[in-house]
């Protein structure tokens, strides 16, 4: 063996030598830091009560590792009461949160009820007409298919609760049968479209509009008994005496035909007779002004002349008829207006 293997010899003996020394004085240094850990843990203690009055004094021993498990024992219990308070008092205000949603969620429900019962009263009034209606245009209205069909066209099984399905709540199965009705009713409507159609110059050729278009229009003298203005005799009248309380307003035509009198008269002052089809004439009398001229053609609804004062009259007013052949006949029965004097 060389020289340099013998020093490198000597060198691995002398560091694994300090090595096993420092790795042992490691060792020794924890187990001397543990017991000494321990003796402070176990060093003892005594706690003595002294009351103020006569009575024994009381006194127990204990050490440190004891009296400080007690004391993390203690912490423990008392974050663990006040964590749980806070969890209580917030899971408190969420439920209080809500209660409060609740009822007004149920206040809103009970909203939504009677707009849902008002929804039904509409729509039975709504039936109600419908079906008459049908019945005078001699249609038939047709049954609605499905299940939840409204037979002979009754909304009543609407509100019989026998025929709520299973599972559902009643506003929601009453809703369906409305829907199902709603859609039965579709065709029969239709029908009645085409029906107007098809008629549509059959209306403009009876006198079926009011002949004064005007928000301030009334009637002041219907057809029919009546006290004269003037003499105070009861008399037939025989027109309907339509009144803006003012002259100038515009005055339409019943409707389409051809003008056949345009004149003065003492007693209807400035007057217009259109002629229309199926043997109708109307008369419209104590005009301002003329807007038409005899021989005309009109529409329905065309300005022919104003409102006046013309004639024997109490004031500005329209004296409208309406004869069929020789027969004069009560306008009202034409047009859709509420007679009011």
């Given at each position: 063996?060389?020289?340099?293997?013998?020093?490198?010899?000597?060198y691995?003996?002398?560091?694994?030598?300090?090595?096993?020394?420092?790795?042992?004085?490691?060792?020794?240094?924890?187990?001397?830091?543990?017991?000494?850990?321990?003796?402070?843990?176990?060093?003892?203690?005594?706690?003595?009560?002294?009351?103020?009055?006569?009575?024994?004094?009381?006194?127990?021993?204990?050490?440190?590792?004891?009296?400080?498990?007690?004391?993390?024992?203690?912490i423990?219990?008392?974050?663990?009461?006040?964590?749980?308070?806070?969890?209580?008092?917030?899971?408190?205000?969420?439920?209080?949160?809500?209660?409060?949603?609740?009822?007004?969620?149920?206040?809103?429900?009970?909203?939504?009820?009677?707009?849902?019962?008002n929804?039904?009263?509409?729509?039975k009034?709504?039936?109600?007409?419908?079906?008459?209606?049908?019945?005078?245009?001699?249609?038939?209205?047709?049954?609605?298919s499905?299940?939840?069909?409204?037979?002979?066209?009754?909304?009543?099984?609407?509100?019989?609760?026998?025929?709520?399905?299973?599972?559902?709540?009643?506003?929601v199965?009453?809703?369906?049968?409305?829907?199902?009705y709603?859609?039965?009713?579709?065709?029969?409507?239709?029908?009645?479209?085409?029906?107007?159609?098809t008629?549509?110059?059959?209306?403009?050729?009876?006198?079926?509009?009011?002949?004064?278009?005007?928000?301030?229009?009334?009637?002041?003298?219907?057809?029919?008994?009546?006290?004269?203005?003037?003499?105070g005799?009861w008399?037939?009248?025989?027109?309907?005496?339509?009144?803006?309380?003012?002259?100038?307003?515009?005055?339409?035509?019943?409707?389409?035909?051809?003008?056949?009198?345009?004149?003065?008269?003492?007693?209807?002052?400035?007057?217009?007779?259109?002629?229309?089809?199926?043997?109708?004439?109307?008369?419209?009398?104590?005009?301002?002004?003329?807007?038409?001229?005899?021989?005309?053609?009109?529409?329905?609804?065309?300005?022919?002349?104003?409102?006046?004062?013309?004639?024997?009259?109490?004031?500005p007013?329209?004296?409208?008829?309406?004869?069929?052949?020789?027969?004069?006949?009560?306008?009202?029965?034409?047009?859709n207006?509420?007679?009011?004097?």
């Amino acid at each position: 063996m060389s020289k340099t293997q013998k020093t490198i010899k000597k060198y691995e003996k002398r560091f694994a030598s300090n090595v096993t020394k420092g790795f042992g004085s490691f060792i020794k240094s924890i187990g001397n830091f543990f017991v000494k850990i321990f003796k402070a843990l176990d060093s003892k203690l005594t706690i003595m009560i002294v009351p103020h009055s006569q009575s024994k004094v009381i006194n127990f021993q204990t050490n440190v590792f004891a009296l400080s498990l007690s004391a993390l024992v203690i912490i423990g219990i008392l974050g663990s009461f006040f964590y749980y308070n806070r969890r209580s008092i917030s899971t408190n205000m969420e439920i209080a949160n809500l209660q409060d949603q609740n009822r007004a969620t149920l206040a809103s429900l009970d909203e939504l009820r009677d707009e849902n019962a008002n929804l039904f009263q509409a729509a039975k009034r709504f039936q109600n007409s419908l079906s008459q209606s049908l019945s005078l245009l001699g249609i038939s209205q047709v049954e609605n298919s499905s299940n939840s069909s409204i037979s002979n066209s009754d909304l009543s099984s609407l509100f019989s609760s026998s025929e709520i399905t299973n599972g559902t709540s009643r506003e929601v199965s009453d809703i369906r049968e409305l829907t199902s009705y709603l859609e039965g009713a579709v065709e029969p409507i239709e029908q009645i479209g085409k029906m107007l159609k098809t008629q549509q110059s059959l209306f403009t050729e009876i006198p079926s509009i009011n002949p004064v278009k005007n928000p301030n229009v009334h009637i002041s003298m219907a057809f029919g008994p009546n006290m004269h203005p003037l003499n105070g005799n009861w008399y037939i009248h025989k027109g309907i005496d339509f009144s803006t309380w003012r002259s100038g307003d515009p005055v339409l035509a019943t409707a389409s035909g051809q003008v056949v009198t345009v004149g003065y008269d003492n007693s209807f002052g400035n007057f217009i007779i259109i002629k229309h089809n199926h043997g109708i004439y109307t008369r419209y009398a104590h005009l301002n002004s003329f807007r038409v001229k005899k021989g005309q053609l009109v529409d329905q609804g065309e300005v022919i002349g104003t409102i006046g004062n013309t004639g024997i009259s109490t004031g500005p007013h329209l004296h409208y008829e309406v004869h069929i052949g020789s027969d004069v006949v009560d306008p009202a029965k034409y047009i859709n207006i509420k007679v009011a004097k």
